[in-house]
């Protein structure tokens, strides 16, 4: 089992910046890949960013390219998304999820633990 825990999350103006944390427990944080999502009103939860177990490849969609950043720290039990530049476009529910099969995968039905998500605001 894993328990993931969302922070971070607000409002803030276009072109601000947000960084967002999920706290994990239970497995061992550093045997599993790690993945954000997001859902915005009405859409359909997609892929924003991956990273593996080890930090030692990240993997993002191409709407934020270049603007988010995911992290993690093994020690800390915690991964971290930095998101820079942000549009109104990004606002969303963001969700962290765990990844036991350590294949790195963008589909949100690959992964196996969730998060109850924290909001984000961008205003234009």
């Known amino acids: 089992q894993v328990q993931l825990v969302e922070s971070g999350g607000g409002l803030v103006q276009a072109g601000g910046s947000l960084r967002l944390s999920c706290a994990a427990s239970?497995?061992?944080?550093?045997?599993?890949?790690m993945g954000w999502f997001r859902q915005g009103l009405g859409k359909e939860r997609e892929f924003v960013a991956a990273?593996?177990?080890?930090?030692?490849?990240?993997y993002y969609a191409d709407s934020v390219k270049g603007r988010f950043t995911i992290s993690r720290d093994n020690a800390k039990n915690t991964v971290y998304l930095q998101m820079n530049s942000l549009k109104p476009e990004d606002t969303a529910l963001y969700y962290c999820?765990?990844?036991?099969?350590?294949?790195?995968?963008?589909?949100?039905?690959?992964?196996?633990?969730w998060g109850q998500g924290t909001q984000v605001t961008v205003s234009s």
């Open positions: 999820a765990a990844d036991l099969s350590r294949v790195v995968r963008t589909t949100a039905n690959a992964y196996d633990y």
């Open positions: 239970g497995r061992t944080f550093s045997s599993y890949d």
């Open positions: 990273i593996r177990w080890s930090g030692g490849s990240t």
